[in-house]
């Protein structure tokens, strides 16, 4: 199953209370009366889209009626549609642009911070970026365990400390690794925290420190972490954390468990903060970046013929790059096996020349030799030939014809 099949599950209750009754509003119309806005009103509302942001999409819906003289009820749902991806912006990319790249994530207790890093770490490894992630969370009892067992399974390095260690030290050295090990992407988990607990502001204020003096120049991504069942509520913790630690994302999860998908639509409106994931499980592959026109798409349940979203990375040319190095890689090939061929040539001239010189060297030798050995056997001969004196006095009987023998 794709992603946006996962997306068009996950926002089933979402559907329910949005766009089945949105749905039900234009069929039930014959034409667009004040009853007709006020229905509408009413579903946006009952769906968490907020009070401003409903009045601001009903308002540009009269608008674009009236300016392209809309008339059928089909007309008028397509254009609701792009009015609601209008609001939520183009979808913005992470900024990876240096390395290492730092992405601090943020969020209270409970909205599942600690598993939305896992899924990033995984979906950055799966798009070829070496990922290290910090666990910098040594507050809560386990949450270093947790974030453990979760790297295992994305399959990225860790760093971490003891339960109750100083998170800034875990953000210094995990900094320093990732400068080492040439690491592309560092991301850092850090303690659940409310808005009015000022120890730890103050921790994420050392943290950002840390950061700064160890990584100047890296580019920096503070992501905060929102439940989509808390619905208008989010909005509250986000507005305080923007002031606090300067947000430049939003992460958006448990849009499978809840009726309340409608409030991605104020929290961009009220925040201006982009929504850069999306997930919709517990799965380590349940987390996505976020495509306006694709979430528009699941929210209505209508086919998305865009696809399932690439991946969103700040500099698009790092992903096409390798494509062009892939495609010069066979011109190189066929020159390494031409190269080869002479090899065997310089093997079939050096054969034969050790073996047919050392066979006349040994030659000459032996016939040198045997040419001596017979003319000291001549010699001997030619000393045997001569006559021998022998003194016959020792014999009782000489024998006749002198004293040669």
């Keep these: 199953m794709g992603f946006f099949e996962k997306l068009k599950a996950g926002l089933k209750r979402t559907q329910e209370s949005l766009s089945g009754a949105i749905n039900a509003i234009f069929s039930g119309f014959s034409e667009i009366d004040d009853d007709f806005w006020d229905e509408l009103e009413e579903t946006l509302i009952m769906a968490d889209v907020g009070a401003a942001a409903t009045e601001e999409i009903i308002d540009s819906l009269k608008d674009r009626i009236k300016a392209d003289k809309i008339k059928s009820a089909e007309e008028a749902r397509e254009a609701l549609k792009e009015i609601l991806a209008s609001m939520l912006g183009e979808g913005e990319p992470l900024n990876l642009s240096g390395r290492p790249a730092v992405v601090l994530v943020i969020g209270v207790n409970g909205v599942g911070k600690t598993t939305s890093i896992a899924k990033i770490a995984y979906l950055l490894k799966n798009h070829g970026k070496s990922v290290m992630l910090a666990a910098a969370d ?92 808390t619905g208008q509520n989010a909005i509250n913790q986000a507005k305080e954390f923007k002031n606090a630690a300067g947000l430049t994302g939003l992460i958006l999860t448990k849009l499978d468990g809840s009726a309340k998908g409608g409030a991605i639509f104020s929290i961009r409106r009220e925040l201006g903060i982009p929504v850069k994931f999306i997930c919709v499980g517990e799965h380590i592959d349940d987390l996505e970046y976020f495509d306006p026109k ?55 001239e050096s054969e034969p020349e050790p073996e047919i010189e050392p066979e006349p060297e040994p030659e000459p030798e032996p016939e040198s030799e045997s040419e001596s050995e017979p003319a000291s056997e001549a010699d001997d001969d030619v000393i045997n030939d001569e006559p021998i004196e022998v003194d016959w006095s020792f014999f009782d009987n000489p024998p006749d014809g002198g004293a040669e023998w």
């Design 294 to 348: 694709q979430f528009v798409a699941a929210l209505f349940g209508d086919e998305y013929s865009g696809g399932d979203i690439e991946m969103a990375l700040s500099p698009s040319k790092t992903e096409k790059e390798p494509e062009a190095e892939e495609a010069n890689v066979p011109a190189p090939e066929p020159e390494p096996e031409i190269e080869p061929e002479p090899e065997p040539e310089p093997e079939i």
């Design 138 to 229: 040594t507050f809560r009892a386990a949450a270093i365990d947790q974030l453990d067992i979760w790297a295992g399974r994305a399959g990225v390095e860790i760093i971490k400390h003891s339960e109750g260690s100083d998170p800034a030290a875990v953000v210094f050295d995990a900094a320093q690794a990732a400068k080492k090990r040439g690491s592309d992407v560092l991301i850092v988990d850090t303690a659940g925290r409310l808005h009015n607990k000022k120890n730890l502001m103050d921790e994420l204020s050392k943290i950002d420190r840390v950061l700064k003096r160890e990584l100047d120049g890296s580019p920096r991504e503070t992501l905060l972490v929102l439940d989509a069942t």
